[in-house]
């Protein structure tokens, strides 16, 4: 049925493609410049887009709900009406607070449903297949951004986004090269053959058309956050879970609600970090290792040198050995903000940090220990005129999520489910750990590692950034911090430097290919550090403000995707 929707509207599709509105341009490999506004993001139509909508006059927030429906259509590996998200914003009156459009738990989840009868986990039962889905946040989160900060009419911001899941866009070699690495979980977990599956795989430049999908987006252009969660959508949700054993029920669609959050702020010299409280572990854990390095020189230790990798090693264990045992959705748990972000017990849990040995992650806390894949999520950031700034980061947690399309609906669910801690000290994909703080209750938000964040100098926007790359998130953009207050370097040298990421367990650091030549790696293991070596982490999407008021954006070149910066 969907293959042969798909014909018929790839006939129409060659037809209007002239009025496929916007048209991506050729990406520049260089920070983009401009006074009147940028837009940093992972994909080239989701940029355009943004672009145009701050050109018709609207503002960061109106561009980011343009932005996020655009990458539902053109990114659907991560960008996202079946998954959520996280929003920082400062308004240009200064006002800075955050949004939480995370999915929650459905009320039928409980803390034992992916282990069997001996308490052991059920291989993939959390990451793959309809029981692995939480309820979708985005679209009532781009709703409450819309309601309290829009200026433009909603319609004006969703209908790009129809128009190319109706007339087709083209795919990216890097889209069509990830959707042809999941030929086979698409087969195996929908019940019928579902858009994304082509024989003979896809190719650069091949024409997708989303006729399901535009649907589905007029009726939340009609309706808005109703036209989702309640009518025709919510009963092919609905549909879908009963038809492949999930437990998503209209009462939990309807029930579902983004919630304003103030976020977890923190001074670093002249600067103040913004980024996102519970439920994501990212603002807490950037504050507490930004508070951390404020007790060392690692300016003489010098940019990715054997000391300094050694050094935020052993301030990142720290931070996630916290992150297992005191995180977890803030509205069920009794997270201890104080005593995280006070300074003097950052200091005292550093104090014995020897610059002559590693600490076992044992030594640490206990727990087990298993490797990290990468997995996908993508984070834009926007600015306007006015001097409004949004740092958003959203993803439907693994590539394609569940690998469960909605049939008849046309968007892919999340797997954010294996988020939660599914059974005390059992690693989740990103080899994360956690207990009662993140164990899953029915209408919990999942613990996520996003960390949309803003940074502002002297009172002043002057930084908006973020990345995917699952635990890895909150070490790139603590990273890409030290890089540009402390190291010197300029937005692109930051973005682009090879990274470095550690997390408590497993007791490894993990370099980015060509972060450091063998005999640094060998001064590393002469420490007792074991190392990793892996492609590439995160994608980072940033935007400076520059001295004079204008803006600089800085996309993530260097690394495979299709990120672009554009600015006016
Ligand atoms: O919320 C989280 O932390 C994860 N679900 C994010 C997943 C992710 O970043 C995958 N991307 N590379």
């Known amino acids: 049925m969907n293959l042969i929707r798909t014909s018929v509207f790839v006939l129409f599709a060659l037809l209007l493609a002239a009025c496929a509105s916007p048209e991506p341009q050729e990406p520049p490999r260089s920070?983009?410049?401009?006074?009147?506004?940028?837009?940093?993001?992972?994909?080239?139509?989701?940029?355009?887009?943004?672009?145009?909508?701050?050109?018709?006059?609207?503002?960061?927030?109106?561009?980011?709900?343009?932005?996020?429906?655009?990458?539902?259509?053109?990114?659907?590996?991560?960008?996202?009406?079946?998954?959520?998200?996280?929003?920082?914003?400062?308004?240009?009156?200064?006002?800075?607070?955050?949004?939480?459009?995370?999915?929650?738990?459905?009320?039928?989840?409980?803390?034992?449903?992916?282990?069997?009868?001996?308490?052991?986990?059920?291989?993939?039962?959390?990451?793959?297949?309809?029981?692995?889905?939480?309820?979708?946040?985005?679209?009532?989160?781009?709703?409450?951004?819309?309601?309290?900060?829009?200026?433009?009419?909603?319609?004006?911001?969703?209908?790009?986004?129809?128009?190319?899941?109706?007339?087709?866009?083209?795919?990216?070699?890097?889209n069509a090269e990830q959707s042809n690495r999941f030929q086979d979980e698409f087969a195996e977990v929908n019940r019928a053959p579902i858009l994304f599956m082509k024989e003979g795989g896809w190719q650069e430049g091949d024409l997708l058309v989303q006729p399901e999908l535009a649907e589905t987006l007029r009726r939340i252009r009609d309706g808005g956050a109703a036209g989702f969660y309640t009518g025709e959508t919510a009963d092919l949700i609905v549909a879908e879970m009963q038809a492949g054993g999930g437990i998503i029920?209209?009462?939990?669609?309807?029930?579902?609600?983004?919630?304003?959050?103030?976020?977890?702020?923190?001074?670093?010299?002249?600067?103040?970090?913004?980024?996102?409280?519970?439920?994501?572990?990212?603002?807490?854990?950037?504050?507490?290792?930004?508070?951390?390095?404020?007790?060392?020189?690692?300016?003489?230790?010098?940019?990715?040198?054997?000391?300094?990798?050694?050094?935020?090693?052993?301030?990142?264990?720290?931070?996630?050995?916290?992150?297992?045992?005191?995180?977890?959705?803030?509205?069920?748990?009794?997270v201890p903000f104080e005593m995280l972000l006070d300074p003097a017990y950052i200091s005292a849990r550093n104090a014995d940090i020897s610059m002559s040995a590693a600490t076992p992650s044992s030594l640490i806390k206990e727990g087990e220990v298993e490797r990290i894949e990468s997995f996908e999520t993508t984070h834009f950031s926007i600015v306007?005129?006015?001097?409004?700034?949004?740092?958003?980061?959203?993803?439907?947690?693994?590539?394609?999520?569940?690998?469960?399309?909605?049939?008849?609906?046309?968007?892919?669910?999340?797997?954010?489910?294996?988020?939660?801690a599914a059974a005390p000290g059992v690693p989740n994909q990103f080899g994360l750990v956690g207990g009662e703080a993140n164990a899953i209750e029915p209408g919990k938000r999942m613990l996520s590692s996003m960390s949309p964040t803003i940074v502002e100098r002297g009172?002043?926007?002057?930084?908006?950034?973020?990345?995917?790359?699952g635990s890895t998130i909150i070490t790139n953009v603590y990273q890409v911090l030290m890089n540009l207050l402390v190291h010197g370097l300029d937005l692109q040298q930051a973005v682009d430097a090879k990274k470095m990421h550690a997390q408590w367990l497993p007791d490894v650091i993990t370099l980015e290919e060509g972060a450091l030549d063998e005999a640094g790696q060998a001064a590393l293991e002469a420490l007792g550090h074991e190392l990793r070596i892996i492609p590439q982490i995160g994608r980072m999407q940033a935007i400076q403000r520059l001295g004079d008021g204008s803006f600089k954006g800085v996309a993530d070149y260097t690394r495979t995707g299709d990120s672009v910066a554009r600015g006016f």
Request: a negative charge; aromatic letters at 10%.
């Open 31 to 174: 920070p983009a410049f401009g006074a009147n506004g940028m837009v940093v993001s992972a994909n080239p139509e989701a940029t355009a887009v943004g672009l145009q909508i701050l050109q018709e006059g609207g503002n960061a927030f109106d561009a980011a709900i343009a932005v996020k429906y655009m990458l539902s259509v053109t990114y659907p590996i991560a960008g996202n009406i079946g998954g959520g998200g996280f929003m920082v914003y400062r308004t240009a009156a200064g006002e800075v607070g955050s949004l939480d459009f995370r999915e929650t738990a459905p009320a039928a989840a409980h803390r034992d449903m992916y282990l069997d009868e001996e308490g052991n986990l059920i291989d993939g039962l959390s990451r793959i297949g309809h029981l692995s889905a939480g309820v979708p946040g985005t679209v009532a989160g781009m709703e409450e951004a819309w309601e309290r900060f829009g200026s433009l009419p909603f319609a004006q911001l969703i209908e790009p986004a129809i128009q190319v899941a109706e007339n087709g866009h083209r795919v990216t070699a890097f």
């Open 249 to 334: 029920t209209h009462e939990d669609l309807a029930a579902y609600r983004a919630v304003w959050r103030p976020t977890v702020s923190v001074d670093f010299g002249d600067y103040r970090i913004h980024s996102m409280p519970p439920s994501s572990s990212g603002g807490i854990a950037i504050a507490q290792l930004m508070l951390g390095s404020a007790d060392f020189d690692f300016a003489s230790l010098g940019h990715l040198t054997p000391e300094t990798i050694h050094l935020m090693a052993e301030l990142m264990r720290r931070v996630y050995a916290d992150r297992a045992t005191h995180l977890g959705d803030s509205d069920f748990f009794d």
């Open 384 to 420: 306007d005129g006015a001097g409004n700034a949004v740092s958003l980061t959203t993803t439907v947690n693994s590539f394609f999520g569940s690998k469960v399309m909605v049939q008849g609906a046309g968007f892919f669910l999340n797997n954010e489910m294996d988020d939660f």
């Open 459 to 469: 009172g002043e926007l002057f930084l908006v950034l973020g990345t995917p790359g």
